[in-house]
Nanobody
Framework: QVQLVESGGGLVQPGGSLTLSCAAS????????EAWYRQAPGKASEFVAY???????DYADSVKGRFTISRDNAKNMVYLQMNSLKPEDTAVYYC?????????WGQGTQVTVSQ
């Protein structure tokens, strides 16, 4: 059974940092590409960052230069380091893994950026 479990969310002040983690089980992790998405209240889900099995990364323009995605195949983990957080980064953040037509989602972790 495939399971993705996100952690690391919380409340942070503007300008602060958080690191999100996603632990995967039930898949051959290194064969999958991983991504982070987020959904703010009342808004559609949006792409945040992506990392291929090769290590190639891509980011949404809104987070470029502030967020860094990384993966540890030995631990079946993917991370999202978020710096210089802004109130508009407030959302539920979801981890997604994909290989071909197979994709799986985590349950999400809340990130709130506020004074």
């Amino acid at each position: 059974q495939v399971q993705l479990v996100e952690s690391g969310g919380g409340l942070v002040q503007p300008g602060g940092s958080l690191t999100l983690s996603c632990a995967a089980s039930g898949i051959f992790f290194s064969e999958y590409r991983e991504a982070w998405y987020r959904q703010a209240p009342g808004k559609a889900s949006e792409f945040v960052a992506y990392i291929a099995s090769s290590g190639i990364t891509d980011y949404a323009d809104s987070v470029k230069g502030r967020f860094t995605i990384s993966r540890d195949n030995a631990k079946n983990m993917v991370y999202l380091q978020m710096n210089s957080l802004k109130p508009e980064d407030t959302a539920v953040y979801y981890c997604k893994v994909k290989k071909g037509l197979q994709s799986y989602w985590g349950q999400g972790t809340q990130v709130t950026v506020s004074q």
